[in-house]
């Protein structure tokens, strides 16, 4: 037989090894379970503040790994470097202002940290389930002192069915 010959055979056992074998098809983490649960949000400075701060970011929630909790994830850019941000998701829109109710404890939303790149990373974790709707939105602070000032806001949209 030559090799021309045998080349299709080779070819064909190790397809239907491929095909046939014990491992599973699609694997699924923890995260992917989560993926169609998320909230998306992208963060900007308010119009009112172009020129003076130009913040930008993103933010998520999910349902933490036993569903019984809601975990949250900010990131930030373009802060000044060495700032602190107060920060929280609260129910309702952007543009609503403090008067809408933080979505968990206020404790649980550590201030933001910026560092020497004007960057800012943040976790919290709400101890509610995650919604299925509903209207939320994720707003910074200019500081603790100046709580009143939104520096960067974004709506989270649900995740899609």
Not at 18 to 43: E, I, K
Not at 81 to 99: E, I, L, N
Request: aromatic share 6%.
């Amino acid at each position: 037989m030559s090799v021309r010959q045998s080349l299709p055979a080779a070819f064909l056992l190790l397809a239907s090894t491929a095909c046939f074998g014990n491992s599973p098809a699609v694997q699924m983490s923890d995260q992917d379970m989560t993926l169609n649960s998320r909230w998306h949000a992208n963060l900007a400075s308010p119009a009112d503040l172009a020129g003076a701060v130009q913040m930008s970011g993103s933010a998520s929630m999910a349902p933490s790994p036993d569903s019984a909790s809601t975990h949250i994830t900010l990131n930030l850019a373009n802060a000044a470097p060495g700032g602190q941000h107060p920060w929280a998701v609260r129910w309702g829109q952007c543009g609503s202002g403090k008067s809408s109710a933080v979505f968990g404890s206020t404790e649980s939303y550590r201030p933001l940290e910026v560092d020497s790149k004007g960057h800012a990373n943040a976790n919290a974790s709400a101890q509610l389930r995650t919604p299925s709707a509903g209207s939320y939105f994720v707003v910074v602070y200019a500081s603790a002192a100046n709580s009143e000032t939104v520096v960067a806001c974004g709506n989270l949209a649900p995740p899609t069915q």
